[in-house]
């Protein structure tokens, strides 16, 4: 930009300076430095036959003139010299330590101030005077011109900076007669002849020679031409045509690659190493720090004679020491790690090492270690020293810093106070708990403090209107990993809006209106497999349809279009349950319920957004009394973590316990259960009679790619004399998509799902069928498509393909995936 800014101002400068077209035929005497041919005539002035004529003469043959720019002061030699000033900024090596290199200029003698004019190179072995006059842009028909004192820094620095010196030492020495001469005295790089690394074991050493022998930027071959910065253009002026050439003065900015040691299409070539070996291994210990082997060192030698020996360490851990816990606590720290002494030790290595620690042993948090947070992932600054030996040789090792002491104040009490409870709120976590002494790990630990997870329910009903809520959650840990309490209770509170009733039944309004309560308590004891053991007890509007659809999803479509999608009935009782983990991904448990159902009716009319004037939505009445049943189940979950949810307030038979969270990228994924459910209750015929339900819902998860792959789900679920609450039915939404809500009911239902993603896009297939009144229905097959945001939230389009089908699709927006 800065070449175009000048060429423009240039072009405008000699554009003003042009006279303004004459009326007569203008004096064809060319200039005299360029010679060029006479300048055509002003097309403004010239009869028509002379315009012809010329635009002939234009298109046969082009006319040149060429600029030429002459210094006002060109006969002073250092007018090069003093543009130096402009380049130095390009003499910016972030590599090379200026300070280290360049020592101060004495410029005092016997109290008398001393004027360098000249300047002497001293020292040189490989490389020419005239190869470093010319880089540092000095000239070379009189080195020995006088100087100005600004010019000579301006050689320092450029020598100090080039990467191509191990020493700048700059002397004074004062002739009897004569200007005062500046002695630069040269040491330079080591020339490197071959190169051999050792030690490696997971490191390929392409990445170790890259680092070593990375060159700059815009490094420059020593055959090409001095003029490639020059910026040449093609420029018309009055019909002329010319060309403009804009040089900079700036001498070259980097030493040209030839001189220097490099890596070039895989293979070594020999030459200076730019900053020394003791500054190529320092970048490359950087880079493997930077690239998190935390504990790797390099160390090296380089003979007389060139040859360079790179040994790098790995850095392999030593051991793992555990502090905040007792012993047999600390043993289970070790293992939950999985860190094995005499691996080599990664950045990575340690997250996921924290991650299974909170996995295993939830009890457990990472503690505070220092006021200076993730010290390790910061990784620690070690530096690349010198030996020289006797001989010659050069000898390379990493030398640690000294780590400060730091005194560390354990707690070992178990204290409950405001600040503990919502420090997770205030963002007060000071580090993952990890420091690095020598090779040994530390790992921090404390007890973890009382959890208290509050949510909100965003609850819209047909039968109850807009009811929002809250639901939280208590839980503390023992720090013996004995026994966990937890406290679960929610509070919905249907609010009255519009008016809304139930028809012809101000009763019915009024029990609709109630509060909705639910409380539990339960507890988890690790040593017996025991996962949760507790009660609850509850007044709640509840729903079997959240395998269908997710609350907020179900919520969102009532409040917008009138459709809820899910039946509903008012359940009053206790339950108690117990549920164990019989292997490391299966869970078996049992559960006891006494519940009483109420029927409840939609109101009118429809709190809704839009679709204000359609009736309100069905709801389904269901077998009225009290019911008593006991469920057993079993749950498998692939590659389950402890710390993952086990069960909640809202448990249902058609759901599982867990809901895990599936990612596409991390592998196959299966997760299954079956409930069995035996109880009786209030029949048709009035007496209570048994029933029996078995459901059996099993999804797989198989990835073919990065975010795509094929997803499965068989589910199935029937039983006999079942109350009306619960009996079976498809259609709707993760149910036979494409048909109408429950529009095929019976007593047994069986369901396929096919699934195939492929990135943002996918294609879906659904095949159910239902058995009523001792008869099977036909197969019905739902499709569609899916427009993926996240693995959660996307847009599902399906049709149906039986007679009822239509070239209009069923279209929704989903936040939450039920299966």
Request: with cysteine; net charge negative; proline share 7%.
């Amino acid at each position: 930009m800065n070449r175009f800014a000048l060429l423009f101002g240039i072009v405008s400068l000699v554009a003003s300076a042009q006279p303004a077209p004459q009326t007569t035929a203008p004096n064809p005497a060319p200039p005299a430095p360029a010679e060029p041919a006479p300048p055509a005539p002003s097309p403004e002035a010239a009869p028509p036959q002379a315009r012809d004529a010329d635009k002939k003469r234009d298109a046969d043959q082009e006319k040149s003139w060429s600029l030429t720019l002459i210094s006002d002061d060109g006969d002073k030699p250092s007018k090069k010299h003093e543009n130096l000033d402009a380049c130095e900024e390009d003499l910016r090596n972030d590599d090379v330590d200026e300070t280290s290199v360049l020592t101060p200029l004495q410029l005092n003698l016997g109290g008398r101030t001393l004027t360098p004019e000249v300047v002497e190179l001293h020292g040189l072995q490989r490389l020419t005077q005239a190869q470093v006059y010319t880089f540092i842009g000095t000239p070379l028909d009189d080195p020995r011109t006088p100087q100005k004192p600004q010019q000579l820094q301006a050689m320092l620095r450029r020598l100090a900076l080039t990467g191509l010196f191990a020493r700048v030492e700059p002397r004074l020495r004062v002739p009897e007669q004569g200007p005062v001469v500046m002695e630069v005295h040269l040491e330079e790089n080591p020339v490197v002849t071959s190169v051999e690394i050792q030690g490696l074991r997971d490191i390929e050493d392409d990445e170790i020679l890259d680092e070593l022998f990375r060159l700059p930027h815009r490094i420059t071959d020593e055959d090409e031409d001095d003029d490639d910065d020059d910026f040449v253009a093609t420029v018309r002026m009055n019909g002329a045509r010319g060309v403009l050439t804009v040089s900079t003065p700036c001498p070259p900015q980097r030493p040209p690659k030839e001189w220097l040691a490099r890596m070039d299409k895989g293979g070594f070539v020999p030459g200076l190493i730019q900053g020394g070996v003791e500054g190529a291994m320092q970048r490359a210990l950087n880079g493997l720090r930077t690239s998190g082997y935390l504990l790797a060192r390099l160390s090296g030698t380089l003979s007389p004679e060139g040859q360079l020996i790179v040994v790098v360490d790995e850095g392999q851990l030593e051991s793992v020491d555990v502090v905040g816990v007792d012993g047999s606590v600390a043993a289970r720290v070790r293992d939950a790690m999985d860190l094995k002494p005499g691996t080599v030790f990664l950045r990575s290595d340690a997250r996921r090492a924290m991650e299974r620690l909170e996995s295993r042993l939830p009890f457990l948090e990472a503690a505070s270690v220092s006021a200076d947070p993730d010290d390790i992932s910061r990784g620690r600054e070690a530096r690349v020293v010198t030996e020289r030996a006797e001989d010659g040789t050069r000898h390379f090792q990493t030398q640690e810093p000294k780590r400060k002491e730091r005194r560390r104040h354990e707690k070992y009490e178990f204290e409950l106070s405001w600040r503990e409870l919502f420090a997770e709120w205030n963002n007060e976590e000071d580090g993952r708990g990890i420091t690095l002494d020598g090779r040994r790990l530390v790992v921090h630990v404390r007890p973890r403090s009382p959890d208290v997870d509050v949510d909100f329910i965003p609850l819209h009903t047909q039968v109850t209107g807009l009811a929002p809520g809250l639901s939280g959650t208590f839980r503390v840990w023992d720090v013996k990993d004995r026994i966990h309490t937890t406290l679960d209770a929610a509070l919905i509170l249907p609010l009255r809006l519009k008016g809304q009733h139930v028809a012809d039944d101000p009763d019915a309004t009024k029990r609709q209106r109630r509060i909705n309560l639910l409380a539990g308590a339960k507890v988890e004891i690790p040593s017996v497999g025991l996962v949760e053991l507790g009660a609850q007890a509850h007044d709640f509007t509840d729903t079997l349809d959240r395998w269908r659809m997710s609350d907020i999803d179900s919520s969102l479509y009532s409040v917008l279009i009138n459709r809820p999608d899910r039946d509903y009935f008012r359940r009053k009782g206790v339950a108690a349950f117990a549920t164990f983990r019989i292997a490391e991904d299966w869970l078996a448990g049992v559960e006891y319920r006494s519940d009483r159902y109420t029927s409840m009716k939609s109101l009118t009319p429809p709190l809704t957004l839009f679709r204000r004037d359609s009736p309100p939505f069905p709801n389904a009445p269901v077998d009225e009394g009290r019911f008593q049943s006991v469920i057993a189940r079993v749950e498998y979950t692939s590659s389950t973590p402890r710390n993952t949810k086990v069960g909640s307030l809202f448990r249902s038979p058609e759901t599982a316990l867990t809901d895990p969270d599936v990612d596409w990228n991390d592998g196959p994924f299966l997760h299954g259960f079956a409930t069995l459910e035996v109880g009786e209750g209030p029949a048709v015929t009035g007496p209570d009679q048994r029933f029996w339900k078995l459901v059996s819902d099993v999804s797989l998860v198989l990835p073919t790619g990065w975010n795509e792959g094929l997803r499965l789900r068989l589910r199935g679920a029937g039983g006999d004399d079942l109350p009306e609450q619960k009996r079976e039915a498809l259609g709707g939404w993760s149910a036979l998509r494409g048909f109408g809500f429950k529009e095929f009911r019976g007593d047994v239902s069986v369901l396929a799902t096919a699934e195939y993603r492929w990135h943002v896009f996918g294609v879906f297939a659904d095949l159910g069928t239902v058995r009523a009144e001792k008869k099977w229905g036909d197969a019905r097959l739902g499709v569609g498509g899916t427009f993926h945001f996240s693995d959660e939230v996307r847009v599902d389009v399906a049709w149906r393909t039986d007679e009822k089908a239509t070239s209009t699709p069923e279209a929704r927006l989903f936040f939450v995936r039920t299966f």
